[in-house]
């Protein structure tokens, strides 16, 4: 069964440098989303991406965050600046069409800041 | 804005015992989605509701959208050990954002 797959699974940076997670959404799905899981908390929607632009983004999403698909695969997230309270679990998750269907989660990167 | 309730935030249940975890939301919804976390993983899609007063099961999970469409839930008859994760509702208000609210879960741990 196809997959979201997200790298790295776990990253740790110093406090104030930028970090990039990555993640390939499964190939036909045209929706695709940030989630962000404090731990021990719920999931926390990010963002949504569809047509090459951002369709939704939570209050979480600010200035310090980005999305992109440099490429027909690869779907970013950028943290710039990061916080000690930007440590968390961020999953992508992707859909076949709206965030109505089922989303598609990957296995998640594990963020720790220093 | 939509606020999506879950209780209990955790239940200990011995294996064989049923397991019942309840989802409310402040607003009415389109529809509602249920995922399961195992410890350590990601969240996995379950199902989705959209109509009011629907029931759906799979195998020894019941799945409940409420007539009002505010409330749902999900009852595991028979707990296994197997069963063992953190069930998440997540909701979709009627006439706003696309995007689900999830819920804080509900973890079960089931004792053999």
């Known amino acids: 069964e196809p997959e979201v797959t997200q790298t790295p699974s776990h990253q740790v940076t110093q406090m104030g440098q930028e970090v990039i997670l990555r993640c390939v959404p499964i190939?036909?799905?045209?929706?695709f989303y940030w989630y962000r899981q404090i731990l021990g908390q719920k999931v926390e929607f990010l963002v949504s991406?569809?047509?090459?632009?951002?369709?939704?983004k939570s209050e979480i999403f600010d200035d310090q965050f980005s999305v992109e698909r440099p490429d027909g695969s690869n779907f970013t997230l950028k943290i710039r600046s990061t916080k000690l309270e930007d440590s968390a679990m961020y999953f992508c998750?992707?859909?076949?069409?709206?965030?109505?269907?089922?989303?598609?989660f990957g296995d998640g990167t594990r963020l720790s800041i220093l | 804005g939509q606020q999506v309730m879950q209780i209990p935030q955790y239940q200990h249940v011995q294996e064989g015992e049923d397991f019942t975890t309840y989802c409310n939301s402040s607003?009415?919804?389109?529809?509602i989605q249920w995922y399961k976390q195992r410890p350590g993983g990601h969240p996995v899609f379950l199902i989705q509701?959209?109509?009011?007063?629907e029931v759906k099961k799979q195998k020894r999970l019941t799945f409940q959208f409420g007539e009002a469409k505010k409330n749902s839930s999900l009852h595991i008859t028979a707990t296994q050990t197997t069963d063992v994760g953190t069930y998440f509702c997540?909701?979709?208000?009627?006439?706003?954002?696309?995007?689900?609210?999830f819920g804080r879960g509900t973890s079960l741990i089931v004792h053999p």
């Open positions: 998750a992707s859909s076949e069409t709206g965030a109505s269907q089922p989303q598609h």
């Open positions: 997540a909701g979709r208000e009627a006439g706003g954002s696309y995007i689900p609210t």
């Open positions: 509701l959209v109509k009011s007063g």
């Open positions: 190939s036909n799905h045209l929706y």
């Open positions: 607003t009415t919804l389109s529809n």
């Open positions: 991406f569809y047509n090459n632009e951002i369709s939704e």
